[in-house]
C-alpha cells in the first residue's frame, strides 16, 4: 500500500462527509455541466473518491450512458458502494492509478479537487486526455488561493486546509499552499496544451477554478 492510499484510506469517512456538505452540490453540478456530455455518453472520473459527482454524471449520460469512478483507494470505493444513488447498471468502480488509467475511448473526463496531489500533473493529464477520444472534453475542477481583496483572511486558511488535505504534509514546516498551486498550475497548462475550446471560470468567492477543453 503506497503512502497516498494508506492517507485517503484512513480519511474515507470523513472525506465523503465533507464531499457531501451543503452548498458543495452546486459546484459539482458547474463541474458536470463543462463535460457538456450527451444522453448515452461514457464519462471517466479520475481519482473519484466516495463518488458524489457520480449522482451528476448520471443524470447527464442517462440510463444509456455509462459512469466510470476510479479510484487508488480501496476504502475509498467502498465507501461509494454504501450510497444509493452511487450505485447502478450504468456506473463501474475501478481501483486503479489515475495516472496510468486502464480506460480508453471515453467521451470525457472529470477530475475534482485531485490535480494538486500528483507529483507530476501534466503526465496526469496527458494520460486522461489520451483516454478521450477526439472531441471529447476533459474537466479540471480546483480549489486555489482567491485574489478578491475580502478573501486576504481565508487566503491564510489555505495553507492550512493544504495541510491537513494532503498526504505527507502536516508536519512539515514549508508552504504546500504553493507547491499545490503549481502542481495545478501545471495541470491546467498541459491541458491548455492538448485541448481547444477551452473554458474557464472561478466561483466560490474565487477560490475554486473550474477549466475544461476539447481534446483533439
Same mark, same amino acid.
Given at each position: 500500500?503506497?503512502?497516498?492510499?494508506?492517507?485517503?484510506?484512513?480519511?474515507?469517512?470523513?472525506?465523503?462527509?465533507?464531499?457531501?456538505?451543503?452548498?458543495?452540490?452546486?459546484?459539482?453540478?458547474?463541474?458536470?455541466?463543462?463535460?457538456?456530455?450527451?444522453?448515452?455518453?461514457?464519462?471517466?472520473?479520475?481519482?473519484?473518491?466516495?463518488? !458524489?459527482? =457520480?449522482? +451528476?454524471?448520471?443524470?447527464? &449520460?442517462? %440510463?444509456? #450512458? @455509462? $459512469?466510470?469512478? /476510479?479510484?487508488?483507494? *480501496?476504502?475509498?470505493?467502498?465507501?461509494?458502494?454504501?450510497?444509493?444513488?452511487?450505485?447502478?447498471?450504468?456506473?463501474?468502480?475501478?481501483?486503479?492509478?489515475?495516472?496510468?488509467?486502464?480506460?480508453?475511448?471515453?467521451?470525457?473526463?472529470?477530475?475534482?479537487?485531485?490535480?494538486?496531489?500528483?507529483?507530476?500533473?501534466? !503526465?496526469? =493529464?496527458? +494520460?486522461?486526455?489520451?483516454? &478521450?477520444? %477526439?472531441? #471529447? @472534453? $476533459?474537466?479540471? /475542477?480546483?480549489?486555489? *488561493?482567491?485574489?478578491?481583496?475580502?478573501?486576504?483572511?481565508?487566503?491564510?486558511?489555505?495553507?492550512?486546509?493544504?495541510?491537513?488535505?494532503?498526504?505527507?504534509?502536516?508536519?512539515?514546516?514549508?508552504?504546500?499552499?504553493?507547491?499545490?498551486?503549481?502542481?495545478?498550475?501545471?495541470?491546467?497548462?498541459?491541458?491548455?496544451?492538448?485541448? =481547444?475550446?477551452?473554458?474557464?471560470?472561478?466561483?466560490?468567492?474565487?477560490?475554486?477554478?473550474?477549466?475544461?477543453?476539447?481534446?483533439?
Amino acid at each position: 500500500m503506497t503512502s497516498t492510499q494508506a492517507f485517503y484510506g484512513r480519511w474515507a469517512a470523513v472525506y465523503d462527509r465533507l464531499a457531501s456538505a451543503p452548498g458543495v452540490g452546486s459546484w459539482r453540478e458547474r463541474a458536470a455541466d463543462a463535460l457538456d456530455v450527451d444522453a448515452g455518453d461514457t464519462v471517466v472520473e479520475m481519482g473519484c473518491g466516495t463518488g !458524489a459527482n =457520480v449522482p +451528476a454524471l448520471s443524470e447527464r &449520460v442517462g %440510463p444509456a #450512458g @455509462r $459512469v466510470v469512478g /476510479l479510484d487508488v483507494t *480501496r476504502e475509498m470505493l467502498l465507501r461509494a458502494r454504501e450510497h444509493p444513488r452511487r450505485v447502478g447498471e450504468t456506473v463501474d468502480w475501478v481501483q486503479a492509478d489515475a495516472v496510468r488509467p486502464p480506460v480508453s475511448d471515453a467521451d470525457a473526463v472529470l477530475s475534482t479537487f485531485v490535480a494538486g496531489i500528483f507529483p507530476d500533473p501534466a !503526465a496526469a =493529464v496527458d +494520460a486522461w486526455c489520451d483516454c &478521450v477520444r %477526439p472531441g #471529447g @472534453r $476533459v474537466a479540471l /475542477l480546483n480549489f486555489q *488561493r482567491s485574489d478578491r481583496t475580502l478573501a486576504a483572511p481565508l487566503n491564510v486558511a489555505f495553507e492550512g486546509f493544504v495541510r491537513l488535505s494532503a498526504p505527507g504534509t502536516r508536519l512539515s514546516r514549508r508552504s504546500h499552499a504553493s507547491a499545490f498551486e503549481q502542481r495545478v498550475a501545471a495541470a491546467r497548462e498541459r491541458l491548455t496544451e492538448r485541448t =481547444v475550446a477551452r473554458r474557464y471560470e472561478t466561483f466560490a468567492g474565487g477560490f475554486l477554478g473550474l477549466v475544461s477543453g476539447r481534446v483533439t
